[in-house]
């Protein structure tokens, strides 16, 4: 009987002891949860960045052009047109910049002649459409992309150069390696797996690093995008890039980006150009430090696709 009564309060116990700490756990878990999802989502919405300049200022003749960008969303572009018969660059601004973050380069460029298309990366610029997805689905809009830049009968279709920012690089490396008349590429602020542009938005953003974060955040982005989480892992295939022309840039302004873009220019054989610059290509640069980044990258173009 005695036996019982004890296994009774026993049982009694332990109950009281779920019903006091289960809720307790269960409100840290959706806590910690939603925590990560508050991460993942400012990291996946920059949120909108006006245009401080458009073409005109510039004096450049441009006509507006929509990119398909998934589900019947589009992003902006403008064809800004060069000579007759001369080389295509595609220009693709980062992440959280706008179209107009890349005119000054576009100047430079359409004075040595080349015919340019620059577009706004999905989740960016001043009409953000849809979520950035850092990389992921960034490329199949570059492809899209290039078709149209490629379909413009002013150009060479043979000879086509791509310069991207963070995940513009990203997206223009990958795309490269399935385009074979993308003959040369600028790639600064390139990384490899999208996870570590991940890891390297929630320090420059929030400061934090650690590996529960990152597994924590990490697991957010892939229930996010489960349908592309085999490209989360998939190494950019830059025996496909061979005989292209790449430059890298890496800046001292986004140290633990250029120390990624250093690792992935180490996979290329023979090794690749690598420029730094006190400052990759950020939103409102300025000054000296600008015209020495744009006339280096007009450099490269006209020397790999003259």
Known sequence: MKRHVYAKAGA?????????????????????????????YKITHPGAVPETVNPSHYLLPSLEVAIPSGRGEETAGWW?????????????????MSRSDALSLAVMLREKGFNLLVYDQRGCGTSPKGSSTLGLREAGDMLQALEILRNRSEIDASRVGIWGVDVGAYAALRTAASVPEVRAV?????????????????????????????LGCGWAFTLLHLGDRSLLSEPLPVELLAGR????????????????????????RPRQEMASFKTSRVRLMTGEDLKTYDTQVTDFFQLNLR
């Open 245 to 268: 022309a790449v430059l890298f840039i890496r800046g001292e302004n986004r140290k633990l980006l250029g120390d990624l873009t250093a690792a992935l220019s180490d996979r290329f």
């Open 186 to 214: 600028v790639a600064d602020g390139a990384f490899e797996f999208v996870p570590d542009f991940l890891d390297f938005k929630i320090f420059e953003d929030f400061g934090l690093k650690g590996s529960p974060i990152r």
């Open 80 to 96: 800004i047109p060069g000579l007759k018969g001369a080389p295509g660059i595609l220009l693709a601004p980062g992440y959280g």
């Open 12 to 40: 009694g116990k332990y109950l009281h002891y779920l019903r006091t700490v289960l809720p307790a756990v269960v409100l840290l878990l959706v806590s910690v949860f939603a925590a990560l999802g508050f991460l993942v």
